[in-house]
């Protein structure tokens, strides 16, 4: 077991003990703005093209195409009431420590991509950038994120692949944290 996965246990338990709060109230005004469950579970794209599923709270209705978001012709018709407060601050994110803690997630990699996003993995997989676990958030989220069209996410996460350290990954956290606070690229 590598010091990143031990980390990535060690923090995500203890943040999931932290949110567990939080995370009930999300969940309760998910379920209490919007029709269906709390969670949405999506086929994503894990290390060496595995698919798992990944848990996030609840942004879009239950009749939204599964397709990412930036297909869709008029994207903001599918948010639920508060879909659009959970995205900018990232709230809808917070199930996925579980799948930190599961092994199917880091804290630090790729975002995941969709099962059917198949010019992601196909360019990823011919950079090898698919041998990596999928992140919580990664290069390409701090540099862009929604905006990035994805030639350039996959050359961002190939960056990643070719300079991965625990310097790098700190880094990513900290900027992480920032975009987040400002709310900086998020488009939907």
Same mark, same amino acid.
């Given at each position: 077991?590598?010091?990143?996965?031990?980390?990535?246990?060690?923090?995500?338990?203890? $943040?999931?003990?932290?949110?567990?709060?939080?995370?009930?109230?999300?969940? $309760?005004?998910?379920?209490?703005?919007?029709?269906?469950?709390?969670?949405?579970?999506?086929?994503?794209?894990?290390?060496?093209?595995?698919?798992?599923?990944?848990?996030?709270?609840?942004?879009?209705?239950?009749?939204?195409?599964?397709?990412?978001?930036?297909?869709?012709?008029?994207?903001?018709?599918?948010?639920?009431?508060?879909? *659009?407060?959970?995205?900018?601050?990232?709230?809808?994110?917070?199930?996925?420590?579980? =799948?930190?803690?599961?092994?199917?997630? =880091?804290?630090?990699?790729?975002?995941?991509? $969709?099962?059917?996003?198949?010019?992601?993995?196909?360019? !990823?997989?011919? *950079?090898?950038?698919?041998?990596?676990?999928?992140?919580?958030?990664?290069?390409?989220?701090?540099?862009? !994120?929604?905006?990035?069209?994805?030639?350039? *996410?996959?050359?961002?996460?190939?960056?990643?692949? *070719?300079?991965?350290? $625990?310097?790098?990954?700190?880094?990513?956290?900290?900027?992480?944290?920032?975009?987040?606070?400002?709310?900086?690229?998020?488009?939907?």
């Amino acid at each position: 077991m590598t010091v990143k996965r031990v980390a990535d246990i060690i923090v995500s338990t203890l $943040l999931l003990f932290a949110l567990a709060l939080p995370m009930l109230i999300v969940a $309760l005004m998910v379920r209490l703005t919007s029709k269906g469950p709390a969670l949405y579970w999506s086929d994503r794209v894990g290390k060496g093209n595995v698919i798992f599923k990944m848990p996030k709270f609840r942004t879009m209705r239950t009749d939204t195409p599964v397709v990412a978001t930036h297909l869709l012709a008029n994207p903001d018709v599918f948010l639920t009431p508060i879909g *659009k407060l959970l995205r900018k601050t990232s709230l809808d994110e917070l199930p996925q420590l579980f =799948s930190i803690l599961t092994g199917d997630m =880091s804290f630090v990699g790729p975002r995941p991509a $969709l099962f059917n996003q198949d010019d992601l993995i196909r360019l !990823r997989t011919a *950079k090898g950038v698919h041998l990596l676990t999928p992140g919580l958030t990664g290069w390409a989220q701090v540099n862009g !994120r929604d905006e990035l069209p994805i030639s350039v *996410k996959v050359e961002y996460d190939d960056f990643y692949l *070719k300079n991965r350290s $625990l310097v790098l990954d700190l880094h990513i956290i900290v900027l992480t944290v920032i975009k987040v606070a400002k709310h900086e690229g998020v488009i939907h």
